[in-house]
């Protein structure tokens, strides 16, 4: 076998660069009781819904299965279903541009954007737009990006960053929503309406009149894809509002912008990913709107569209045999839902768009583990296994966490650590009986002095470090070699 | 130098993945329709809050007429090739898609479509553009969808229904899949039908009376 040679990692953007660790952030996302509030119940909805249209479903287990193999033939072939795709989508009349990472996408959006002599224009919600903070690119162009979707227009205006990949705004409650819509829609366009309360259908409306005339004005739209069929030339954007629709069809250009992985080898492999996809994200039998196109069509829609593909780090994840199965992930959030830290800790937490069990195996592939939040995420789970279960294209997420920490630890090797130091002195401790009895003899003596508590809660250095997050248990007051000492000494 | 396209299909050569991989065949198609299944379609799609009638063919137009009514709509477009015959009130100011621009169909009430197919297990009706069902703007900006279904245009299940579109994708036609109205649930998790696409979704199915 020939030596694998791995492709560069994503840059981590500046709104990531310097982020503390897993654990801090998690620390002060827990402080934030309406998030956790929030997130309880969002979670424990979605899980729910989940789980009665799988149910529906009579052969689940078999759609995973093929989903995943589809998948993973995609991967094994990846060059040559993108040239399909490229062959295919260029025929269909649309211009295919490469980028080999996110400042690379950025330009040539910016530049296509440029040459259409428009200062705005709409966006239809996408992971990998904002994965390469295209729309930050855009502003510093001086192009205005307008989110159209419910969630992300609410981020956008509130200055805030997305905290799930399906729901971004699930860590804001509705009046934090309604003061977001009052005090920030004038300068973006028309103004909340004077007697938007914080009914959600009354700000769903302020949102409905704020972005109409976004759409009808709209020259350029921008999007991702949740599928690119390679061949057929087809692209694919699921979504719920109608704001996907009106992005994709009412301006004369439209841009999308598609991660490597999302290729799709024939047009009948959507009628596994069209089922798997929806009951798992939003917990429904169909998405309301799937909108699918195969380059412009005549009299209808924008009559120049574009794709531009994109690796950014997709090919690091690749050269890795245990981890490139990550990259047969279709963005359905389910595992988020499931996760028993995400619930808790909420999206922020991961420091990367990518939040929740498939962010903490995502991200440091794409990026990397030389950043401290990168490398503390393969960490951020108790490996539970929840998230492969749900997973509708089998992704052995707690799997790869592990992969993934082996790598975090060998990178630090020769490094001390905590741990190393613990397992130094332990391994001392066992060399010699004696030495065992002794440390023994000294922690039942300290649970006399103890008499009456149950748990500790504050530890000296280093077992701080377990107390600062938890309870430790009071030592025993005799051990067992001293009970069975004490109960059959004599028969000995 | 080298361009992108090149560099990023030679990381990929580089990245050791090819293997031959075997993948399991999908679960095979529900078989061919029968009267449960447009039973299974019409109880779906009322599911998501959409109306649903279920009609003879003679009785189309006054169907029409009175569902409109229903919603107050006094503008209705209509896409080529839609029956002429069907919109017979004369009340209702009925427009044919002459190079209207969006601010048009802004200004309008309602559209009435035809449809291409309709997915029983998931009560989803697609829209292939085709004559009867307009270009996509049509079926998008106006907040009334008034959609007429063949009950023979019914398929059992999602793998049905892509396999029968085939032909429409292979010569460019775009396709719209719509699941009720347009919904979000973006805020609190509670679900508020209508958003940016018609807040109301009206689906007659014909031919064969329930």
């Known amino acids: 076998m020939s030596a694998r040679h791995t492709g560069p990692v994503a840059a981590t953007t500046p709104t990531f660069i310097g982020m503390p660790k897993f654990p801090a952030l998690a620390r002060e996302a827990l402080g934030n009781t309406q998030q956790r509030r929030n997130l309880a119940f969002a979670t424990q909805t979605i899980r729910g819904k989940r789980a009665a249209v799988v149910g529906e479903v009579g052969d689940w287990e078999a759609l995973r299965l093929n989903g995943a193999a589809v998948k993973d033939e995609v991967l094994a072939h990846l060059d040559d279903y993108l040239i399909q795709l490229e062959d295919k989508l260029t025929a269909a009349g649309t211009t295919v541009h490469w980028a080999r990472d996110a400042a690379e996408a950025n330009r040539i959006v910016v530049e296509l954007v440029r040459g259409k002599g428009v200062d705005e224009v709409v966006k239809v919600k996408s992971m990998a737009t904002q994965e390469i903070e295209l729309n930050e690119a855009l502003e510093e162009a001086g192009i205005a990006a307008w989110e159209t979707d419910l969630a992300e227009l609410i981020v956008q205006l509130g200055n805030d960053r997305p905290s799930h990949i399906l729901v971004p705004a699930i860590h804001r409650g509705r009046a934090e929503i309604r003061d977001i819509f009052r005090t920030r829609m004038a300068a973006a366009g028309r103004p909340a309406p004077e007697t938007m309360t914080d009914e959600p259908a009354q700000l769903a409306e302020a949102a409905r009149l704020h972005l109409r005339e976004k759409f009808l004005r709209a020259k350029v739209g921008i999007s991702g894809a949740n599928f690119a069929i390679a061949d057929t030339g087809t692209l694919v954007v699921l979504e719920s509002e109608g704001n996907g629709r009106m992005c994709l069809t009412l301006p004369e250009t439209l841009i999308s912008v598609v991660g490597i992985e999302k290729v799709l080898p024939t047009w009948e492999d959507l009628g596994t990913f069209l089922q798997l996809l929806p009951r798992s994200s939003t917990g429904e039998r169909m998405n309301p709107y799937t909108s699918i196109w195969t380059g412009p069509a005549d009299g209808d829609g924008p009559q120049e569209t574009h794709v531009v593909l994109v690796d950014n780090g997709r090919t690091h994840v690749l050269a890795d045999p245990v981890g490139r199965q990550a990259l047969r992930c279709i963005r359905c959030s389910a595992c988020l839902n499931v996760c028993p830290v995400y619930e808790r800790a909420g999206g922020h937490a991961y420091g990367s768009v990518y939040p929740g069990p498939i962010g903490a195996v995502l991200t440091p592939q794409l990026r990397g583990i030389d950043n401290p939040i990168d490398a503390s995420l393969p960490y951020a789970s108790s490996l539970c296994g929840a998230c492969f279960e749900v997973c509708p294209v089998r992704i052995d997420i707690p799997r790869l966490l592990v992969n993934l920490r082996t790598q975090v630890v060998d990178a630090h090797r020769g490094r001390p650590s905590a741990e190393g130091l613990a397992m130094k002195s332990a391994a001392w401790m066992f060399a010699e009986p004696g030495r065992w009895a002794s440390m023994q003899k000294g922690i039942t003596a300290s649970s006399k002095l103890l008499r009456g508590k149950r748990t500790l809660q504050h530890l000296p250095w280093p077992g701080s470090v377990w107390t600062d997050a938890r309870n430790a248990p009071v030592p025993p007051r005799e051990t067992f070699r001293q009970w069975w000492q004490r109960t059959h000494g004599e028969s000995r | ?210």
């Open chain 2, 1 to 210: 130098m080298t361009t992108a396209r090149e560099e990023v299909l030679a990381r990929i050569r580089a990245a050791g993945a090819a293997r031959p991989v075997e993948v399991p065949p999908a679960p095979e198609p529900s078989p061919q329709p029968a009267p449960e299944t447009v039973d299974l379609f019409a109880e779906n799609v009322a599911d998501y809050r959409a109306v649903v009638e279920r009609l003879a063919e003679s009785a189309v137009p006054q169907r029409i007429s009175s569902a409109l009514g229903q919603y107050g709509v006094t503008s209705v477009v209509v896409p080529d090739g839609l029956p002429s015959g069907w919109l017979t009130d004369a009340a209702l100011r009925v427009l044919a898609d002459e190079r209207l621009t969006a601010y048009d169909l802004d200004a309008i009430d309602a559209v009435v479509t035809q449809a291409a197919v309709g997915i029983a297990e998931t009560g989803t009706i697609v829209l292939d553009h085709t004559a009867g069902q307009g270009r996509r703007a049509l079926s998008l900006v106006p907040d009334v969808h008034l959609c007429v279904i063949r009950a023979d245009q019914v398929v059992g299940d999602v793998p049905a229904a892509v396999r029968q579109l085939r032909p429409a994708v292979e010569t460019g036609r775009p396709l719209t899949w719509i699941s009720g109205p347009s919904a979000t649930s973006d805020i609190e998790l509670n679900r508020v039908e209508g958003v940016h696409g018609p807040r109301h979704l009206h689906v007659l199915i014909v031919g064969d009376e329930a």
